[in-house]
Nanobody, 124 residues
């Protein structure tokens, strides 16, 4: 059973930065594409960023492009999301996920494993 555990969420002011991490319980995750999604109160879960198994191909939602950076360290079984220039509208629970395939994908139904989420609150 693959377990994904997010950390790094918290409260930050507008314009600040946070770094989210996602640790996997198994090296098997290193062959999978990984992604970050978020869900704000009263809204559906939405795609944020994804990378392929090597981390050299990435894709981002338009709303975070240029502000967020996804990366992974397969030696440590981790994927991170660096979030800069945070806005109030970035407030959400952030989830990491591991895909069934090795590619970077923005589609939730292509992900097999999900973490429990970490809360990010951006205050003005």
């Amino acid at each position: 059973q693959v377990r994904l555990t997010e950390s790094g969420g918290g409260l930050v002011q507008v314009g600040g930065s946070l770094r989210l991490s996602c640790a996997a319980s198994t090296r098997a995750i290193n062959s999978a594409g990984q992604g970050w999604f978020r869900q704000a109160p009263g809204k559906e879960r939405e795609f944020v960023a994804a990378c392929n198994w090597r981390g050299d191909v990435t894709t981002y939602a338009e709303s975070v492009k240029g502000r967020f950076t996804i990366s992974r360290d397969n030696a440590k079984n981790t994927v991170t999301l660096q979030m800069d220039s945070l806005k109030v509208e970035d407030t959400a629970v952030y989830y990491c996920a591991a895909a069934r395939r090795s590619t970077a994908t923005m589609w939730p139904n292509e992900y097999s494993y999900w973490g429990q989420g970490t809360q990010v609150i951006v205050s003005s």
